[in-house]
Every structure is written in C-alpha cells, then in structure tokens.
C-alpha cells in the first residue's frame, strides 16, 4: 500500500485499484497520524514475511488526554481505489445499559463492557438507517424493537421482554 492521505480522523490509502480507508471514531480527543520512519530498525520492528511487502508504514491513533479508561473504535473499509468509503459516525446509548457503536449504512451496537447484564438500551440514528446489528444481548431471550421516528432522527428500544 502507499503511505495514507490523512483527513481529520480518516486515513485512506490506495494502491494495485484497491483502496483501505480507515476511520477512528473513538476517542473523539484522538488524533491520527502515520509513522513512516523507523524507531529502531526495519527488522526489529515487522515480522519477518512482512519485510518483503511494499507498505512498511505505520498508522497511529493516540489519544494524549492521558484518561485511565479508554475506549477506541475504528472502522475498516475496503474498497475499489475509485469508490469512496462510506462515512462513519460513532453513536451511544441515551437509556438503559451502555452501548456503543457506529453508524455508516447500518447501525453496529455492541455494550461498552462485555458480560455486563442486559436489560434494555435505547439509541438515535438517521432515519435513512434501516438496518441494525445488536451484539451483547442475553441469547435466547424475547426482545420487542421499538422503533420511534421524530423528523430526521430514529431512536430504536430494545428490552428484554418479562417470560
């Protein structure tokens, strides 16, 4: 691959028509950056098979607020060199148990701590999204969807419903 074009939070680059774009949607405070040149030697810090590939770059995501709980998402996309990645924008949960996620052409909600119990969680999105993936529920559980639409903005429930 060749060395990124870096915008704001979203690192792009392309090479042989395929393209990788890469997007940091959290910590909101991170900055984005490459590193192209060696802090030691080329040997010492890639593996051995990975010498021999064109991209021996780096891509650094660095929050400096020096916070002790951090949490990162980035989003990966592949793509044709000539198709633009479709654009990401974190969400979070407004109700019930924490959630986190993203929102490009679909919704990817997932709790912010792994194992923690479930009862419900409520978040907004564009209305245009239509498609949801939920991750960290209670397997087998019932569930009902709310789903309420106010202008240009849908806000999705999900509880576990009482059996």
């Known amino acids: 691959m060749n060395p990124p074009t870096i915008s704001g939070n979203t690192a792009r680059s392309a090479a042989g028509g395929q393209a990788l774009t890469v997007q940091s949607l959290m910590p909101a405070a991170a900055t984005l950056y490459e590193q192209h040149f060696w802090t030691s030697s080329p040997s010492q810090e890639f593996q051995t098979p990975s010498i021999l590939e064109t991209a021996n770059d780096r891509l650094i995501i660095e929050d400096k607020s020096e916070l002790l709980d951090v949490r990162y998402l980035t989003v990966l996309q592949s793509s044709d060199a000539n198709v633009a990645a479709d654009p ?10 924490d959630f986190d996620g993203w929102v490009g052409n679909t919704a990817v909600v997932f709790p912010t701590t792994l194992g923690q119990a479930f009862s419900s969680t409520t978040y907004t999105v564009p209305s245009t999204i239509t498609r949801h993936m939920v991750t960290g529920s209670t397997p087998g559980a019932p569930y009902t969807v709310g789903v309420a639409a106010n202008g240009g903005t849908t806000t999705v429930t999900l509880p576990l419903v009482a059996g």
């Open 88 to 97: 990401a924008t974190a969400i979070h949960s407004i109700a019930g148990t």
